[in-house]
């Protein structure tokens, strides 16, 4: 026969998945010795059966009997009693847990006749019709569904009638008059009362708290967290103790530590004459837990002293509910608790201080989720102003700035002095400067991995991206939203990229002391970022992942290597030929030969210079130059405007030159840029601009090492689909290569390609014959993998696949293990299958994610390379995927 339910005084490990999480920290705790109500918990394998079959397992109701017993013994009371009614909680419990997701009935057993044994028992006739009114109210909205306000309005509409504004302060009279009411209202709604058997009343409410589960709050909270619908809830059935019994009475909940700081002092609230969740309910206000040690001195000290005991068990910060009844205390539920990101780091490092936990283990309980709140400013929540609108939160932290419509407003503006928002309905290359003036970004459209979000995570902006039913009238400089006008250049605008929101008006932001730290501007003196540190410290000391940073600026380069990046894994060339440098690319695909030669020496003078910088400032670490890579199209001119302006040339020979541009541009045109003539592709059908780009990076190192300056360059062809790609390109680059040997000795460098195709990955093994090192871009090889477009998937269908669980998280944000983690497994396992010692790195925008990270390690990735902001996250996360 199998056994469905479990004592909390059985002895052994309590088994989670079978009691839930409740049941399994009440036995634990009745293990420690701590004063626990006695009770029993029905399993979870009960309510698999129930959910499966429909009906009570077979023994139950004779176990249920059995362990009934038990707890009469110990409470010395029996149920249903008239005289001294034992009474019952009903309490749910999840091996998961579920805040405020499913139910609890508290004083199970009282009825007409055993309400009046309770006024006996008590002394209290009171406290009697308090318990019972509850019974009345949990029951009818738990087991008969009557909605919670119908029972508010009968508690508020006594409250009248009496003249009182206290709950507290209803006598017995009043009480009895709200039980009616209430029966009433269960009866108008349900059809029936609550039951006048306790017996009936328990089984009712026992199968009440199985349903829960299935229950569309429950259901919904599931999908969302990835919880499994199989696993039901298993239910806890505990002698009631009674902090309403009077003021020397009442319950409360308390952290072992303060949850926002992580400050080794308790933290709570406590209610005086309160059952239930009258504390949280906000009813009364509840006061905080100092209070208790005034209220009742001996109460408050075994408090802590069950605290301790908690700790020392648990070895973690816990949360306790707690009953204080005539003096006395009880502990009702335990839990590690929830904290801030801040508390998380002080307590992981406090209690690995305080010599309870290894460094591996605090390192284990932060993450890179809470680091990246921590480095990003907060938006204080106490400043008022109302939202305006919502979109993908993009790149985290907060700003407030006056709105400019188009880049070079923006510029204008912050020149004047004036913090500034930009909004766009996208951003595109020519964008960047007004982007570097801002202090936020929103844009109409695009994703997570737009333009717009990539670049403001790279800057460590706060964006807001994809904002539907954004439109911005460039015309009347105002901003519409689904058609209604509610916002015009220059307002004033708060944006929170942590939460995807923007607000009318300033609110005040809070500046992150942890990125001020790892800034270099302050010394590690608060708690909170001497745990940072501590813990960061510890990560870089354990990690096999190196850590690289995606740069193209020598001060982009040194703000990541202050953040403990150990090179650039990425440097974007395009980026180093956007804005008014665009000319050039044009020049060389479109020009005549004075032209092209002009531009081939322009792109080769600035990278020289460029290159230098950033290789040196990357102090002797790797430097991964890529080559030139960007969709055509943002580089060629728009062909309306071109059109414009032959159209309305006043000299012919001006007039056909536009022309014959015009008809170049055209002949370029692709209807997919994205998988158009893109990166090695271009640099095959034109080497001239690989070459040129190639000589400077040779030149910008023999320049560092003539002045005595180390280097370790590497150079990366993009977006190649097979080794016949990379052969071709090898030659143009061995040439250059013996160009510049020639002229100023060689000049050491490894060779790699990217992997962003599928077919580069199936074929990485080929690859890895023709490279030293392959490096995954995970943004391009997700798009290609999964068909879709990065710019447009999360705003058009993403979003709902994921409300409705067909993908659990965008394939942008987090790796897709099964789909694109399958292929950069394979890849990895063929390359090294040839090549062993081949170098393997990421360098997409997952790089950082704390999700995939560990995901890399396993595959055996050799580096991660993010954007400089990221970088400190990237360290954690690859020091946590390695203990
Ligand atoms: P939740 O999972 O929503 O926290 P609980 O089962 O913990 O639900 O019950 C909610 C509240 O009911 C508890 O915080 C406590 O105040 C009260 N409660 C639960 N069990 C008992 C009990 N045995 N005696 C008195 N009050 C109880
Ligand atoms: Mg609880
Ligand atoms: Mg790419």
Excluded at 145 to 160: H, I, N, Q, Y
Aim: aromatic share 4%; charged share 25%; proline share 5%.
């Amino acid at each position: 026969m199998t056994t469905y339910i479990s004592s909390f005084s059985a002895p052994g490990h309590p088994d989670r998945d079978l009691l839930g999480g409740k049941g399994a920290d009440l036995a634990r705790m009745v293990q420690m010795g701590l004063p626990v109500p006695p009770g029993f918990t029905i399993t979870t394998a009960a309510c698999r059966h129930v959910l499966a079959e429909g009906t009570r397992p077979p023994g139950l109701a004779r176990q249920l009997e059995r362990h009934l017993a038990a707890v009469e013994e110990e409470a010395g009371r029996r149920f249903g009693d008239p005289d001294d009614p034992l009474l019952l909680a009903v309490r749910s419990g999840a091996a998961v847990s579920m805040p405020g997701m499913m139910d609890t009935v508290l004083d199970v057993g009282l009825t007409d006749a055993t309400v009046a044994g309770l006024v006996r028992s008590s002394g209290d006739e009171r406290f009697a019709w308090d318990c019972y009114r509850r019974l009345v109210q949990m029951f009818g909205e738990t087991v008969l569904g009557v909605a919670p306000e119908r029972f508010t309005a009968v508690l508020s509409g006594a409250k009248d009638r009496w003249k009182v504004t206290d709950d507290t302060a209803l006598g017995a009279d009043a009480l009895r008059e709200v039980v009616e009411s209430s029966n009433a209202v269960c009866l108008e709604v349900a059809g029936r009362t609550l039951p006048q058997d306790p017996f009936d009343q328990l089984d009712q409410a026992v199968h009440a708290v199985f349903g829960s589960w299935q229950g569309e709050r429950a259901r919904a909270y599931r999908r969302r967290f990835g919880i499994d619908d199989g696993a039901g809830t298993a239910v806890n059935v505990q002698a009631m103790v009674y902090g309403n019994h009077g003021p020397r009475s009442g319950s409360g909940v308390a952290f072992t530590r303060d949850p926002e700081t992580g400050e080794p002092v308790p933290y709570g609230e406590y209610l005086p004459t309160a059952q239930g969740e009258d504390v949280v309910a906000g009813t009364r206000t509840a006061v905080p837990l100092s209070r208790l040690h005034e209220l009742d001195p001996a109460a408050y000290q075994r408090l802590r002293s069950a605290m301790g005991t908690l700790e020392r068990n648990y070895r973690d910060m816990c949360d306790v509910e707690f009953t204080v009844e005539d003096g006395r205390l009880w502990i009702l539920q335990t839990r590690v608790g929830k904290r801030s990101p801040a508390a998380a780091f002080r307590i992981a490092a406090d209690f690995a201080e305080e010599g309870w936990i290894t460094e591996d283990e605090a390192l284990l309980r932060v993450s890179g989720e809470q680091l990246t709140q921590l480095l990003s400013p907060r938006l204080d929540e106490h400043s008022a102003g109302s939202e305006v609108a919502a979109g993908l939160a993009a790149s985290p932290g907060a700003a407030t700035g006056r709105l400019a419509l188009d880049s070079a407003t923006a510029a204008k503006l912050a020149e004047r002095g004036e913090d500034v928002v930009l909004l766009r309905p996208e951003t595109r290359a020519e964008d960047l400067p007004g982007m570097l003036a801002s202090r936020a970004i929103v844009t109409a459209r695009g994703g997570r991995t737009s333009h717009a979000a990539v670049v403001a995570r790279g800057m460590g902006l706060p964006a807001v991206c994809g904002v539907s039913d954004l439109e911005v009238d460039l015309a009347t400089r105002q901003v519409m939203l689904a058609g209604t006008r509610v916002l015009a250049e220059g307002d004033v605008v708060t944006v929170d990229g942590t939460s995807g929101r923007i607000y009318r008006g300033r609110h005040r932001t809070v500046p992150s002391e942890v990125a001020a730290w790892l800034e270099g501007g302050t010394t590690a003196d608060s708690p909170v970022v001497a745990a940072v540190a501590r813990l960061l410290e510890h990560a870089d000391g354990v990690r096999r992942l190196r850590v690289l940073a995606n740069a193209e600026t020598a001060a982009d380069v040194r703000r990541a290597m202050r953040l403990g990046a150990q090179g650039v894994g990425l440097c974007r060339t395009e980026h180093l030929l956007l804005g008014e440098r665009r000319a050039y690319v044009e020049g060389v695909l479109l020009g005549d030969d004075e032209e092209r030669t002009r531009s081939l020496q322009s792109i080769a003078d600035l990278h020289r210079e460029g290159f230098a910088l950033v290789l040196d400032a990357a102090q002797g670490g790797p430097v991964t130059i890529r080559l030139l890579d960007a969709p055509l199209h943002e580089f060629l001119p728009d062909v309306t405007e071109l059109a414009l302006r032959a159209e309305r040339a006043t000299d012919a020979d001006r007039a056909a030159a536009l022309r014959s541009r015009l008809a170049a541009v055209e002949r370029f045109h692709e209807a997919n840029p994205m998988t158009g003539l893109r990166g090695v592709r271009l640099a095959i059908l034109r080497p001239e601009i690989m070459t040129a780009q190639v000589t400077a990076a040779l030149d910008a190192a023999a320049d560092l090492r003539d002045r005595g300056r180390a280097f370790d360059l590497e150079l990366m062809v993009p977006l190649v689909s097979t080794v016949g790609e990379l052969e071709a390109v090898a030659r143009v680059i061995a040439a250059a290569g013996d160009e510049v040997a020639g002229r100023r000795g060689r000049v050491p460098y490894r060779f790699g390609t990217m992997v962003e195709t599928p077919r580069a990955a199936l074929t990485a093994d080929l690859l890895a014959g023709a490279a030293d090192f392959l490096s995954f871009g995970t943004n391009d090889l997700t798009q290609l993998t999964w068909g879709l477009s990065r710019d447009d998937a999360e705003r058009t269908f993403l979003p709902r696949y994921e409300q409705e669980g067909i993908v659990r998280i965008s394939p942008f944000v987090t790796l897709d293990r099964d789909g694109v983690g399958a292929l950069l497994a394979t890849a990895v396992a063929r390359a090294r299958a040839v090549r062993a010692s081949i170098t393997v790195g990421v360098c997409g925008e997952h790089g950082a994610d704390p999700a995939s990270i560990g995901f890399f390690e396993n595959a055996g990735v050799d580096y991660v390379s993010c954007s400089p902001p990221r970088v400190p996250v990237a360290r954690l996360e690859a020091g946590r995927a390695a203990v």
